[in-house]
C-alpha cells in the first residue's frame, strides 16, 4: 500500500476534468514528488474529462473526491458550496488517517482559495501554500474584475479570521478581492508566476500593511513543464507536408486582435516563402476561424482545427518546426501582468517558439527563438521568412494536421 498523503490540494479543477487550471495543478504536484489527497469540483457540465492527464500527477494521488458543488466560474453560491463539501471531504478523510500537514490550492478558480481558508480556519497549524494563476481582482486591461460576494456567515467568518491576524478586510463585496486578500492574510506561502504579476496585485491591494506581509512570503515560480517523457506518451499520426515549415497554434485565436497580425503577414508574405509555411491553428471555435481564412484567401497555408487532447499537443509541439504564443493585450502604458501558461509546455519540447509579444512583458522577458511585436506586420513577414527557411526536420510527414 502506498504511504498515505500528508498534503491536500484544493483545486476547483483537476485532472481528469480538462482545462489549464488542472494541468498546471496536476504539473506543480507531480514537480513537488509528494503524495496528495485531492478535492476538486465535478466539473461534468462545462468541462470534458481527458483522463490522459491524469499521468501529469505522476502516479502521486491518493484520494480523489470530485464533489457534487454547484458548478460556476466566480458565483457566490458555487463558491460556498465547495468550501462546505470540501471541508466536509476534509474532515471525513481526516478522521481516517490523521491530521495533514499543508494544502496547496490555486486561482484560477477563486474558489479553490475559499476551500483552503476554510481547511485552514479548522487547522490553525496547517501549513497554506496558495497561488495565483493571474490577477484576479483585475483583468488584462487594468480593470476591476467583479464577482458578487454576499454578506452571510461565510464572508462573516472570513471577515473575522483576516481582522484576527491583524489586517483590513474589505470594504465592499468583491470575491475577487475577497479571495485575493484571504490568501494574502492566511496563507504561508503565496505563489505568483512572475514578477510582474506579484508587483501588479501588490500594489492594487487595498492595505500597505498587508501587501508589505506577502512579500515576506512571496514565491516566484513560472508555470511547470511537463516531464520530458509526456512529449512521446501519445504521438499523432496524421500526415504533413514534409516539404512546408510547419507553425503550431495552440489555444483561442482572435482574429481581431493579438496574433490577427500573423494572417496579415501570411497574406503580404511572397509566394516562394509562403509556399513553404503552414499554419496550425488548433482552437475552441475553429469554424469561425476557419470562415476568417477563407474570406481572406489563406486556405493555402492556413489550417484550423478542436483542440487536440493534452498529450497530443505535446507531441504535436515537440514535431512541429516553431510554436506560436502571444501575448494579451494590454492598454498602452500599462504593465502587462500576464504570463501564457503554454510558453511553459512548449519550452519542453525543443521546438523554436515565436513570440508576439508587448515590449517589456513577461513573456518578452523570455528566451523566445523568434519575436515580433503585438500587430507589427512588417516584423512578422520577416519572421515568417526566417521560418521558410529553417531546415527540415526528421519526421515531418508523421505529423498531425488540423482537418480544415
Known sequence: MNALARRLVASYCFPPYSDTAAVVAAKRVH???????????????????????????????????????????????????????????????????????????????????????????????????????????????????????????????LRSAVEAVGFRPPAGLNAFEWCEVAAFALADSVMFTNTRQRDFMLESCHDRELAARVEQVAVVSPHPTPPVALYDAKPSTHQLDPGRRHIGYFGNFYANRGVSGVLDALALLPRESRERVMLHVYTSKPEE???????????????????????EFLALSRRMDCLLVNDAVSPPGAPNPFLPSKWSDYRGSGTQVWGVVEEGSALDEQPLDHRSPIEHVSAAVQVLRRISALPARSGAAALPSPSR
Open 31 to 157: 514537480d513537488r514528488g509528494e503524495p496528495v489527497d485531492v478535492i476538486c469540483n465535478a466539473m461534468d457540465s462545462i468541462r470534458h474529462q481527458d483522463p490522459d492527464l491524469v499521468q501529469l500527477c505522476g502516479g502521486l494521488v491518493r484520494r480523489f473526491a470530485a464533489v457534487p458543488s454547484r458548478t460556476a466560474f466566480s458565483s457566490w453560491g458555487s463558491i460556498v458550496d465547495y468550501q462546505q463539501l470540501g471541508l466536509e471531504t476534509f474532515l471525513r478523510w481526516e478522521s481516517l488517517q490523521g491530521e495533514y500537514e499543508s494544502v496547496y490550492s490555486r486561482a484560477q478558480f477563486a474558489a479553490s482559495h475559499f476551500l483552503a481558508v476554510a481547511l485552514k480556519s479548522a487547522r490553525p497549524g496547517l501549513h497554506w501554500d496558495a497561488e495565483f494563476s493571474d490577477p484576479l481582482s483585475h483583468d488584462v486591461l487594468g480593470q476591476v474584475r467583479v464577482a458578487p460576494a454576499h454578506d452571510d456567515r461565510t464572508l462573516a467568518r
Open 289 to 311: 476561424l476557419h470562415d476568417v481564412v477563407v474570406a481572406r484567401g489563406l486556405t493555402d497555408c492556413v489550417r484550423v482545427g478542436p483542440f487536440v487532447g493534452y498529450l
